[in-house]
């Protein structure tokens, strides 16, 4: 097992991820991503096409695969995440579009993907949205977006039963 799996399978990870699905179960139900690859970008990306990209969602998650069906580790833990917190978010697949897999490296000047938008700006990939997730930054920078992360949610409603 990849040391990002076993980070994101830790039993604080694993019980928020349960007490959320247990509480959410619209979560498992229905997609929060929308994939926006049907209308894929032309073969050359300019930066306006990338800069209309990265704000057509509050987030938005340049990776390789789908959410669905991601085709490298660092995508899937990026997908987990956003998972966890509930997000909704664009996906876009790079492995669909070769120039916007090259394009989106140069727009950032960061050079692996998945790469992470929130509000338009750059986050960074993996490591940072690791990073955020376990430290709850997270939170805090989907907050002032306005997206409540479904794992404060649960943990809310879990301090109010207690009262």
Not at 50 to 57: A, E, G, H, I, Q
Request: glycine share 6%.
């Amino acid at each position: 097992m990849n040391k990002i799996c076993q980070i994101l399978l830790r039993p604080s990870l694993a019980n928020n991820l349960a007490t959320t699905m247990r509480t959410m179960p619209a979560l498992v139900a229905s997609p929060r991503w929308y994939s926006a690859d049907a209308a894929a970008p032309p073969a050359a990306v300019d930066k306006e096409t990338l800069d209309k990209l990265v704000r057509t969602n509050k987030v938005v998650v340049f990776m390789k695969g789908n959410p669905q069906a991601p085709r490298c580790g660092f995508s899937n833990a990026v997908v987990q995440i956003m998972r966890m917190h509930g997000v909704q978010y664009d996906a876009h697949d790079v492995l669909q579009n070769e120039a916007l897999r090259q394009g989106i490296k140069e727009y950032t000047d960061w050079p692996t993907i998945p790469q992470v938008f929130i509000n338009g700006e750059f986050v960074g990939g993996c490591d940072i949205m690791m990073q955020m997730h376990q430290s709850g930054d997270l939170i805090e920078e989907l907050k002032k977006v306005g997206i409540t992360s479904e794992l404060l949610k649960a943990e809310e409603a879990k301090d109010a039963t207690k009262k």
